[in-house]
């Protein structure tokens, strides 16, 4: 009797576990056109609140995450530099600066939500804030 209770429940149990935690961040493909909004919309609002007269951009992506939330919640490990594009200049093409002590690259972990239902999108956290 114990029996036929256990084994359904023991390979419930071994199911979740071998498919990871529901609702836990999974790694994200850098090419879904939601993680990538969510990245360029991180570097500009990072942009935005900057006192830097010049634009940073990212020079590595070292980890893309997504979680599902109340929407998605996109993770972002990454290196971001300083270009030698002024903010509010007409270049659309900024590369991180070559010289190593102009470009000051740093590395910062960024989380962004979105719910793209309601068209909200916002930094939760980002720890290359000026």
Not at 62 to 67: A, E, G, L, R
Not at 83 to 98: I, N, P, Y
Request: net charge positive; with cysteine; hydrophobic share 45%.
């Amino acid at each position: 009797m114990y029996f036929k209770m256990i084994v359904p429940f023991l390979a419930v149990i071994l199911a979740v576990a071998s498919a990871g935690l529901t609702g836990a961040p999974v790694d994200a493909d850098m090419n879904d056109k939601g993680v990538q909004n969510a990245l360029q919309f991180a570097v500009n609002t990072f942009n935005r609140q900057s006192n830097d007269a010049f634009l940073r951009q990212v020079s590595e992506v070292i980890k893309v995450q997504k979680q599902v939330v109340s929407g998605l919640k996109y993770i972002f490990t990454v290196k971001m530099g300083r270009t030698s594009c002024r903010k509010g200049g007409v270049e659309t093409l900024c590369a991180v600066h070559e010289d190593p002590s102009v470009a000051q690259v740093t590395q910062c972990k960024i989380t962004v939500w979105s719910q793209p239902w309601k068209n909200f999108i916002k930094v939760l956290e980002n720890t290359c804030l000026p």
